[in-house]
């Protein structure tokens, strides 16, 4: 599909490779009307119900319908995507719309991730092949193309592993096995798992096993200019305790020895210039095995989870306008390092799987010190499965305190006011 009218295309400045309405609210009042292109794949138009996106922001000024999660032929949404005279960055919005943002802004001379960094980072299989030759710790792994490779690799580290697919987001599929755990059951649902209404019908880019590590959790945020790494931030993780490693919390900064942040500033760069990586935002996450930074993955986009919002609050910044400041060819603007003022962290809110029947203590949690924001995905009616990926979790409340562990202590408290019923099949309460 080409643009509409070239008057609309003369006024576009900024490209935006997927759909997120979080970012757009942002750019509505960051950018002038009418100057963001938003490219999406067919499907994940129809499925999102976004034809009219153009009414519905006021930065918008085109959708375009195009093959921008074809990474096996980048050329294609190249050639579906005509480049508007006056642009001036290409911005990768969606995990599926990575290496399409890298193969327009290489093809209209603006800086980006870079064709290669940008394919190695959505395959976390090849990102291993990639940082094997560096001083970067990861686990033991290997490809799993069928349930037996499962069953050899486990037999090798007393039945423990983790299986996960190689191209896929939100902790979706990805499973911790422990000895006795059924390989079979595990692969299947492993092998099903998808995001329909975000994901184009291409190949699904297959299936590791790893090494089971242990240790704290933590992910490293970076902006990158040229190659460089400016500002970092660590945010701490905690996980839900299931077979389902689905994070339920986020705490920024992160309260680590000044060495082992050291460490992971500088495993950042490493992994910069052992993928290639130029200009964009780093979102790379690590366990803490034996205190020493083992790579769990990475991706070239900004992170979800509400860690930009606890950066903005930390940090009294905005990582989206670093974001666009190093990928803007008019006036490129790297991104320095600089302390946080204050914590910020985010709770997500769960419920026992079953049929909604009460919500209590919401606005007492939206009161409660240093609340932020709560979200509450579900209202009494809906469904809750069990939470098996970053997609099922019922809500969240974002705090913040003088510092992370008065930021964490809050979030903490205002989401334990808040009470999910649920109703089991067969009727007993939750």
């Not at 989206?320 to 985010?346: C, E, K, N, Q, Y």
Request: hydrophobic share 45%.
């Amino acid at each position: 599909m080409t643009l509409p009218d070239p008057s609309v295309a003369a006024e576009i400045t900024h490209v935006l490779v997927g759909y997120s309405p979080v970012m757009l609210g942002k750019l509505d009042a960051a950018l002038l009307a009418g100057s963001v292109l938003v490219v999406e794949e067919p499907e994940v138009i129809a499925a999102r119900g976004i034809e009219d996106l153009v009414g519905r922001h006021r930065c918008v000024g085109a959708l375009v319908a195009a093959p921008s999660q074809d990474e096996e032929h980048p050329q294609r949404v190249v050639a579906a995507v005509p480049r508007p005279p006056r642009v001036r960055a290409v911005v990768p919005v969606v995990e599926y719309g990575v290496v399409a943002a890298a193969a327009l802004a290489e093809a209209w001379g603006l800086p980006g991730a870079g064709p290669k960094a940008a394919r190695v980072l959505r395959d976390k299989a090849l990102l291993r092949e990639t940082v094997a030759g560096t001083d970067l710790a990861q686990p033991a792994w290997a490809r799993a193309r069928r349930p037996q490779d499962v069953e050899d690799f486990r037999a090798r580290y007393g039945g423990a592993c983790v299986l996960k697919p190689a191209a896929r987001q939100a902790s979706l599929g990805v499973q911790l096995l422990d000895a006795g755990d059924d390989t079979a059951a595990a692969w299947a649902h492993t092998t099903t798992a998808d995001e329909a209404t975000l994901r184009a019908g291409y190949p699904d880019g297959g299936y590791l096993v790893e090494q089971r590590l242990r240790g704290p959790e933590v992910s490293v945020e970076a902006v990158v200019h040229d190659g460089v790494v400016g500002f970092t931030n660590i945010t701490a993780k905690l996980v839900q305790d299931s077979r389902h490693p689905v994070e339920v919390g986020h705490t920024v900064p992160a309260a680590l020895p000044e060495g082992t942040s050291e460490a992971l500033r500088g495993a950042v760069q490493v992994l910069v210039d052992a993928t290639g990586f130029r200009s964009g935002v780093l979102h790379s996450e690590w366990i803490l095995d034996g205190g020493r930074p083992h790579l769990v993955e990475c991706a070239g986009r900004l992170p979800g989870g509400g860690i930009t919002v606890l950066i903005d609050l930390a940090y009294t910044t905005d990582i989206l306008a670093d974001l666009l400041g190093v990928l803007d060819a008019d006036d490129p603007r790297p991104a320095p390092p600089r302390r946080a003022s204050a914590g910020a962290a985010v709770r997500f809110l769960t419920a026992p799987a079953g049929l909604v029947t009460d919500v209590h203590g919401a606005a007492e949690a939206r009161t409660a010190p240093g609340v932020h924001e709560l979200h509450l995905a579900v209202a009494p009616g809906h469904t809750v499965e069990p939470v098996t990926s970053s997609w099922q979790r019922a809500g969240f409340v974002i705090a913040t305190g003088a510092h992370a562990a008065e930021a964490a202590r809050r979030a903490e408290y205002a989401a334990s006011r808040v009470t999910l019923r649920t109703v089991a099949e067969g009727g007993a309460e939750r």
